[in-house]
């Protein structure tokens, strides 16, 4: 791809003649701004008086302008390094004369990053991807790579928009960096495939990466169906020419409780009828690929990311309710497929973004004893820049930099997950009791519920629209329900933690054809216990939510073909959690919840198998389930242990 040729666009007005393209900054770790950037507000002026906006429109090889700002640093003593962040969600706001601002304080933070970035000088660049806002083209999701030589893709589009800003921006000192979080950086992912020279740095965080095993829509070919739909409600709309007009998201269930709303839609083939139209075009494509057909693959970035050149840090939040999965794929992607190595991970006690957008104290109930978010900008992300952009300070970056809950430390590891991890069986067995004991020869026992699709049980207690602090949340809700089925070990002795994925190896029976299992680790606080931060409240046998995730079960031999189940017949149901970096406190208790339903987080199986996507109300139906306890069958889970001895 370096060898294609590349059209460049006309920038909506000249900014010089003179550029940097090439040249290699000398060391230099003034920082442009002097005083410190302590609030949005200070920020917003800083980057008015310090910066200049630019405005361009930038021809891609196939002659598509796609709209790009750019911030530069008014200082021209010295060059500075390009970071740019490429994304769908608009660019505001939109006029030379309109700075991002503390009036709008989720675009002032993605146009400079950080205060620590913007106090460090940087020419920051944001675009509108192809298809999107103020763009030409035509947008399409989680687009494909191109199969022709002559084709374009995100990937194209980032090296043709590279390739002018190193040409025309003039005092860049010829070295590239692009970031982003959740679909942005699916976009920066997209930019180390067969990059620009000039590219040295890619930082994909909360990447959007498979969007059927485990992101936003589907896990495990779930359909995470309040995301999806309150989603593509809004940002699936057509959008029919380029417009600098700022969409409104609003919620169809705006006022009403979620559980009642979804409920009440019915199955979801309903949506089309009742609310969408037909006219979202992404949510049309959900509902008619309902296996990981070619559709999927082609939108699976993951085989598309080896032998890159750019360094790699990929960059993750534990109670990501979105992109989890996405941060965790996409670096052991970029690990093992590039022999050379140059890719690291971070791994903090975040929700989506909460690198960028708070303080990283805290997650609902749940208290982390420091600022993990300026922890994480101040000594891992500046570094990372300064070292691949500006060519300042050393190699001393560790591979993982995780953040371990529970202890609430920062670990440093020379691989994730850690090689000193040991795999270690946990089984179920009877009157609800966890221990890593093997069933005896001969033992055999069984656990009963009754799974009814008109009555689900609900991922969270609160009466919400949507609210993602449900990682961390007291399961005691679901514990008490007839539906959900609790093993726990006894009071733990000393602590144990686990480190990397967990494995679900449940054998079940079924009265029914289909039937989703969800597993959920919890770690279960000791009476009394109480939280170090008193706005918090007790803690007092508090179950907390440490990772959950849900098996379609017609999915459980092959994502591509499905097959029932045979009703009484004992089978196998395998799948893997997302890593956790935790660890559960002596005085605490290990316990793990097994059900059926997760609604409205995951759409409701009907429990017999037929396409779910256009299954009507008749095919909903009541089934048991039953894990099995038994010698040759039996159901656990494998953790990776890294300390701690469990019963």
Partial sequence: MAHLRHRLGLPLFLIGANAWAGQVNKIDDRPLIREELKDDES???ALREYYTKHEYRIAMRDGVRLFTVVYTPKDSSR???ILMARTPYAVPPYGVDNYANEKNVRALRVATVSAQLERDGYIFVLQDVRGRAASEGTFVDIRPIATTKDGTDESTDAYDTIDFLVKNVSNNNGRVGVWGISYPGFYAAQAAINAHPALKAVSPQAPVTEWFLGDDFHHNGALFLQD????YSNFGRPRPKPTKKKGE???????IDAYDFFLDLGPVSQANVKYLNNDVNFWNDLMTHGNRDAFWKARDPRPHYRDTKPAVMTVGGWFDAEDCFGALATYRAFETQNARGGSTLVMGPWQHGGWLRSDGDRVGNITFGAKTSNFYRESIELAFYRKHLKQQGTSNAPEAAIFETGTNEWRNYDAWPPKSAKPTHVFFHAAGKLSTAPLGKGETGADSYVSDPAKPVPHTAKLVDGDATFMVEDQRFAARRPDVLVYA???LESDVTVSGPIEANLWVTTTGTDADFIVKVIDVYPDEATNSDPAAGKLSGYQQLVRGEVMRGKFRSSFEAPSPFKPGEPTLVHFTLPDVAHTFR????????????WFPLVDRNPQTFVDIYRANAGDFRAATHTLLRVFDKPS?????MTKGRLP
């Fill in 43 to 45: 920020r917003a002026r």
């Fill in 79 to 81: 060059p500075y390094p």
């Fill in 228 to 231: 999806a739909f309150d989603f």
């Fill in 249 to 255: 998201w609003t919620s169809l269930h705006d006022g």
């Fill in 489 to 491: 070990t006894p009071e």
């Fill in 586 to 597: 002596t005085g605490h208790k290990l316990m793990v919840q097994v059900q059926s339903t």
């Fill in 636 to 640: 656990s889970i494998r953790l990776m």
